[in-house]
């Protein structure tokens, strides 16, 4: 059974940092690209960013290119997501996602999601 556990979440202040991390297990993940999604109450999964397998290639949404930064060391089951100037609207679940195919932008092109973990921005 596939797992995908993120942590480091929790209540941060804005104008702070984070730093989000996911560790995948249950099968070998070798070749599949990683990365995350967020959900606010209400609206779809939204897409973050992406990385490939060896960690030559990352995709952001347009949004995202200048305080999120994904990254794995290459090879790894493992991804990150720092968040910079974090600001009240980056408040989500955010989800660590994995496929083989990296990194499209809907969710529905990813097959394995975490149980998602929570990021609230005070202001």
């Known amino acids: 059974q596939v797992h995908l556990v993120e942590s480091g979440g929790g209540l941060v202040q804005a104008g702070g940092s984070l730093n989000l991390s996911c560790s995948a297990s249950g099968r070998t993940f070798e070749n599949y690209g990683m990365g995350w999604f967020r959900q606010v109450p209400g609206r779809g999964r939204e897409f973050v960013a992406g990385?490939?397998?060896?960690?030559?290639?990352?995709e952001y949404a347009d949004s995202k290119k200048d305080r999120f930064l994904v990254s794995r060391v290459r090879g790894s089951s493992a991804v990150s997501l720092q968040i910079s100037s974090l600001r009240p609207e980056d408040t989500a679940k955010y989800y660590c996602?994995?496929?083989?195919?990296?990194?499209?932008?809907?969710?529905?092109?990813?097959?394995?999601w975490g149980q998602g973990i929570q990021v609230t921005v005070s202001s």
């Open positions: 996602v994995a496929d083989r195919v990296c990194c499209r932008d809907y969710p529905g092109a990813w097959t394995d």
């Open positions: 990385i490939s397998w060896t960690g030559a290639r990352t």
